[in-house]
């Protein structure tokens, strides 16, 4: 699966954004998906996951309650809506697909990842 996200950009603390990234390539609705992220000299980091169907998700309790995770399977799209971002936040994101069906937050379950898109968050 190719993997291209967009979305990200520059915005002041308390703001939004929503993040997409479009799949092509294998069948997007057999996988589930997530969003990681990578700050400048740290490592990248689980955001958010989703399963096939869009049914389970989870989330890092750094953004529990601020970001959400979507998919639509019809347009082979997955989202990443942010909500009250804060400084923290800046970093790139990634969208990545997952080998099954099932949600995870172990980054060794994702095989496919994109090239990310940067948020950066102004205080």
């Known amino acids: 699966v190719q993997l291209q996200a967009s979305g990200g950009g520059l915005v002041q603390a308390g703001g939004s954004l929503r993040l997409s990234c479009v799949a092509s390539g294998r069948t997007f609705s057999r996988y589930a998906m997530a969003w990681f992220r990578q700050a400048p000299g740290k490592e990248r980091e689980f955001v958010a996951t989703?399963?096939?169907?869009?049914?389970?998700?989870d989330y890092a309790n750094s953004v529990k309650g601020r970001f959400t995770i979507l998919r639509e399977n019809a347009k082979n799209t997955l989202y990443l809506q942010a909500n009250n971002l804060k400084s923290e936040d800046t970093a790139v994101y990634y969208c990545a697909r997952g080998r099954g069906v099932t949600q995870s937050d172990d980054r060794d379950y994702y095989d496919d990842w994109g090239h990310g898109t940067l948020v950066t968050v102004s205080s």
């Open positions: 989703i399963d096939w169907d869009g049914t389970d998700t």
